[in-house]
């Protein structure tokens, strides 16, 4: 695939997964592939106003109805009635925001230089790296927003790796986005520890995700994906910040942050390590970049939902604890774009990033989407269905 059009996410979530967990066996027990599919109605991801399709979309609710959307790579075209095709611009990332009333939604999606012939990323640095989203939060009248940071490194479809990670500090977000004041924090150096995958903040029996310590409740916690010195070593840890030190979180050089070690017990990060010490604990396997986890009151429970190592189909896991404890994994669906009866089935599709929505859910309900692509570049212009998000509903699983 051409270097510089985007695919090397898709890459590393094949490099994270597939490296080690090539057999579906290793995650566990799988449900029947009989598993409803319902798309919700109320939400969709259309193409317009240029925006021509995008994967990675991540949620964050916004509140009175609103939610913002994070995408990840995305085709942008010179006019708003333009179709996909190998001229399109692309950008690293744009965003879109969600209306919802009388269980209706509109979105509207914004990025940088909107209406030009050079349109850009909607979040990005000085220099040639380039920011792909992960989770992000509202806290105290601010909105925070993790990324991975790259950089091209070598040729080819692997041509890519980790400068590290940064947060967005968002202050004036109900402002129009082209009014946004944006600053950003390093959170991390290198690619040892990628601090954001999914973000935790209030949520939890009662608003605390860690109720085992009374005072859970003041920290935002990161989930953190730990690639080790091999494929097999990798999974997801967890760190923590004081909410009050939101404002300071940049690092190395900062001792604020804490590290969940293997005996349950919080410990300091070195101010100037970039690398989780030994004794870190591995909360879920595998880890992946893209995938989340949200807490369900009605069933005290949380869910994890992410890809499976296959890429043809979503899978969860389930605890009653943040920390631990997580059930194996069970697949959720087998995604019907990488079966030969669906419309946009080739053997080159692959679908991946999934991860859940809590804001559309009613009770007892699922709401997760997922991306699919294709390892031909081609292909994506030949079925412009593809790689935009797809919107799943289905019962919530319970242990």
């Not at 601090?195 to 949520?203: K, L, T």
Request: glycine share 8%.
């Amino acid at each position: 695939m051409p270097q510089g059009r985007g695919w090397f996410r898709e890459f590393i979530l094949l490099a994270c997964l597939m490296a080690f967990f090539g057999d579906d066996k290793l995650f566990g027990q799988a449900p029947s592939r009989d598993a409803q599919i319902q798309a919700v109605s109320k939400l969709d991801f259309p193409d317009q106003k240029g925006w021509l399709g995008a994967d990675d979309a991540y949620s964050i609710p916004l509140g009175q109805g609103r939610s913002l959307w994070l995408f990840g790579d995305t085709f942008i075209g010179p006019m708003a009635s333009s179709p996909r095709t190998a001229s399109s611009s692309f950008i690293r990332n744009s965003i879109g925001i969600t209306t919802c009333t009388a269980g209706k939604c509109a979105i509207e999606y914004y990025w940088a230089h909107m209406n030009t012939a050079k349109p850009d990323s909607m979040f990005s640095i000085p220099g040639l790296d380039w920011f792909w989203p992960m989770d992000g939060f509202v806290y105290n009248g601010t909105l925070y927003i993790a990324f991975m940071q790259m950089h091209a490194a070598g040729t080819g479809a692997m041509g890519f790796a980790f400068s590290g990670t940064q947060i967005a500090v968002i202050p004036n977000y109900t402002a129009p986005p082209d009014q946004w004041s944006v600053s950003y924090q390093k959170l991390n150096t290198g690619g040892n520890a990628v601090p954001g995958v999914s973000i935790v903040v209030n949520h939890g029996k009662q608003g605390n995700p860690d109720p085992e310590n009374p005072q859970g409740s003041s920290y935002a916690y990161f989930f953190t994906l730990v690639q080790g010195d091999t494929p097999s070593a990798q999974h997801l840890s967890l760190l923590r910040l004081p909410l009050k030190q939101l404002h300071a979180a940049t690092r190395p050089g900062r001792s604020t942050w804490e590290y969940l070690r293997s005996n349950s017990a919080w410990g300091r990060w070195p101010a100037n390590d970039t690398a989780l010490p030994d004794d870190h604990a591995v909360v879920l396997k595998p880890g992946a970049t893209e995938m989340s986890v949200r807490y369900h009151d009605s069933t005290k429970q949380w869910i994890a939902v992410y890809p499976s190592a296959s890429l043809k189909h979503a899978e969860s896991a389930i605890s009653t604890s943040m920390t631990h404890g997580w059930s194996q994994a069970t697949m959720l669906i087998s995604y019907p774009e990488v079966q030969p009866s669906h419309q946009n089935y080739t053997p080159n599709v692959f679908c991946y990033a999934a991860k859940e929505h809590v804001e559309f859910e009613t009770e007892g309900q699922l709401v997760f989407t997922y991306a699919c692509n294709s390892m031909k570049e081609n292909e994506l212009f030949e079925k412009t269905e593809l790689y935009h998000p797809v919107v799943v509903t289905m019962p919530l699983p319970k242990m």
